[in-house]
C-alpha cells in the first residue's frame, strides 16, 4: 500500500461512512465502513467493518474516530449499538458527551 492513511467519505443516502486508501497504483482501495441509522439529532452506530485484508492497522480506531468527530461537528449525539464503537469509547473518555442519554 502506497499510504497508510484512509480517507473517510460520508455516503449520506446510505447512512454510511466509507473509509479508503490509496494503493501503489494510485487506486482508491475501500477499507471498511461503519453504518448508522439517524433519528433526528442522535446517530446510532450500528455496524463497524475493515476488511480482513486491512485488519490489525489501526484502520477501524481511525474510522470511528473520523465518525465521532463528524457527530460532533454536526452538534448530534451517538447511540452506540456496535461492539466495537462501544468498546472505543469506553477506551476515550474524550468522546463520552457525545453518548445519547
Same mark, same amino acid.
Given at each position: 500500500?502506497?499510504?497508510?492513511?484512509?480517507?473517510?467519505?460520508?455516503? =449520506?443516502?446510505?447512512?454510511?461512512?466509507? =473509509?479508503?486508501?490509496?494503493?501503489?497504483?494510485?487506486?482508491?482501495?475501500e477499507?471498511?465502513?461503519?453504518?448508522?441509522?439517524?433519528?433526528?439529532?442522535?446517530?446510532?452506530?450500528?455496524?463497524?467493518?475493515?476488511?480482513?485484508r486491512?485488519?490489525?492497522?489501526?484502520? =477501524?480506531?481511525?474510522?470511528?474516530?473520523?465518525?465521532?468527530?463528524?457527530?460532533r461537528?454536526?452538534?448530534?449525539?451517538?447511540?452506540?449499538?456496535?461492539?466495537?464503537?462501544?468498546?472505543?469509547?469506553?477506551?476515550?473518555?474524550e468522546?463520552?458527551?457525545?453518548?445519547?442519554?
Amino acid at each position: 500500500m502506497a499510504d497508510g492513511t484512509i480517507s473517510v467519505k460520508h455516503l =449520506a443516502e446510505r447512512e454510511r461512512y466509507r =473509509a479508503d486508501i490509496t494503493g501503489d497504483d494510485g487506486e482508491q482501495l475501500e477499507v471498511g465502513y461503519v453504518d448508522y441509522t439517524q433519528d433526528g439529532d442522535r446517530v446510532a452506530l450500528t455496524h463497524t467493518v475493515v476488511y480482513e485484508r486491512f485488519g490489525g492497522r489501526g484502520f =477501524a480506531a481511525d474510522l470511528v474516530k473520523y465518525v465521532l468527530d463528524d457527530v460532533r461537528t454536526n452538534n448530534q449525539t451517538v447511540v452506540p449499538v456496535c461492539s466495537y464503537v462501544v468498546k472505543y469509547l469506553e477506551k476515550h473518555p474524550e468522546y463520552s458527551d457525545l453518548v445519547a442519554s
